[in-house]
């Protein structure tokens, strides 16, 4: 545990790097802008500079911003009550039922695209239910590991789904491939309204909860004995996590690996107390996924790619790693 002095300076830090990220987000793109043009845009005496910052690139920042603070709570979440270092949203199906809902309406109903979003979040919760019925369902303890297993049937059951739509209807492959991806160009504050709702209110539940999921690094026996209700905890954050990642999942697409990347890195860089780590994963997440947002828009500019694609490079290097590192045994 780090000491309480070393905590402030981290929380600071990860905030002065947000600031920056979220400057250097409105200045640069597939155009550049200069800090004259963004306080030109706010006091509306620049119309081309107000389109490009108020309409473009304010609502991106903040919806990457936002998906990252949620995609890495999640994982933290998913992480603490299933004891496994390797567990993500995908890994336990929420993005599996999130694309297989969005392939349906493409496949079915292309005309209501606009429902795409509604759709995702409730597949994501499908999924997460179902996961949570099969591991749960019986049982008078609850073990991380069942949560896994389930998961990695539940994905793969979607995923055959999906596989099964694309192929009878292979119009929607090229629809889908921009969702599976995962990015936020063309978003709007309407698009991330709704969702910043919902996960402010799940990020709130799961710092009430983070005192009691602690407890369950010590196992669930010892946890019983001291008063923690653990399946009854553990639906509570999975129920979180599902919220918050098929939140994201709605304007963000698929977007892999900031579940899994971010909380460990948390937890080696600062520590180990989910009550501390709720808002550090938050703070590391939006930097994480605005960076790569970033990224995407100014390596190959005046193109840009999917931030999706980005986080992939990222995430399956730093995947390996982990995988390496459980089979040596060596931190």
Known sequence: MKTKRTLTNA??????????????????????????????????????????????????????????????????????????????????????????ATVLILAIAPSLWALIPFAAFTGALLSSFTVMGISFAGAKKTKGGSIVLAGIAVSALFNAGISCITFLFPDTISSYAAFSIGGFSSLTFRNITIPSVVILIFAVISQLISKNLNLLCLGDEMAQNLGVNVKTLRIIAIISASALSASAVSFAGLLGFVGLIVPNITKKLFTRDTRFCITLNMLLGAITVSISDLIARIIFRPFEIPCGIIMALLGAPFFIYLLIKRRTGHD
Request: net charge neutral; aromatic share 4%; glycine share 6%.
């Open 11 to 100: 929380y600071i830090i990860l905030l002065l790097i947000l600031a920056a990220v979220f400057v250097l987000s409105l200045l640069f793109g597939s155009s550049s802008v200069s800090v004259k043009e963004i306080i030109d845009s706010i006091n509306s005496e620049n119309e081309t500079a107000k389109i490009i910052i108020k309409a473009i690139r304010l609502p991106r920042v903040c919806a990457s911003m936002l998906a990252g603070a949620a995609l890495a709570l999640c994982g933290c979440l998913l992480q603490s009550v299933t004891s496994n270092e390797l567990c993500a949203p995908n890994i336990i199906g929420i993005n599996s039922g999130a694309g297989f």
